[in-house]
């Protein structure tokens, strides 16, 4: 199983950019595609990005396409979401999870490590 860790969410005004990172330990990380989902107060837990085991195949949801983009670094078992032209919609407490096969899915059971989540606040 991987371990997993966010940082880098924060408190941003619309239209900025913040750079969510997750750090996993494990041996299996490079074996296996990665997600980012968001859940929002009063909100179910919903799929952001996801990225295929190698980097050569993503997906992401309608709401962030053309905005957020996701990619991982095997060698320094990292993955990352770049967001630019941030909404207040986008808030929310992002997480990073480990799928348990190798090519990308918006499905949640298709997760089965998760991080303990990063709070990313947008104000108006």
């Known amino acids: 199983q991987v371990q997993l860790v966010e940082s880098g969410g924060g408190l941003v005004q619309a239209g900025g950019s913040l750079r969510l990172s997750c750090a996993a330990s494990?041996?299996?990380?490079?074996?296996?595609?990665m997600g980012w989902f968001r859940q929002a107060p009063g909100k179910e837990r919903e799929f952001v990005a996801a990225?295929?085991?190698?980097?050569?195949?993503?997906r992401y949801a309608d709401s962030v396409k053309g905005r957020f983009t996701i990619s991982r670094d095997n060698a320094k078992k990292t993955m990352y979401l770049q967001m630019n032209s941030l909404k207040p919609e986008d808030t929310a407490v992002y997480y990073c999870?480990?799928?348990?096969?190798?090519?990308?899915?918006?499905?949640?059971?298709?997760?089965?490590?998760w991080g303990q989540g990063t709070q990313v606040t947008v104000s108006s």
């Open positions: 999870a480990a799928a348990t096969g190798p090519y990308t899915t918006s499905n949640i059971a298709g997760f089965g490590s």
């Open positions: 494990g041996r299996t990380f490079s074996s296996n595609a």
């Open positions: 990225i295929s085991w190698s980097g050569g195949s993503n």
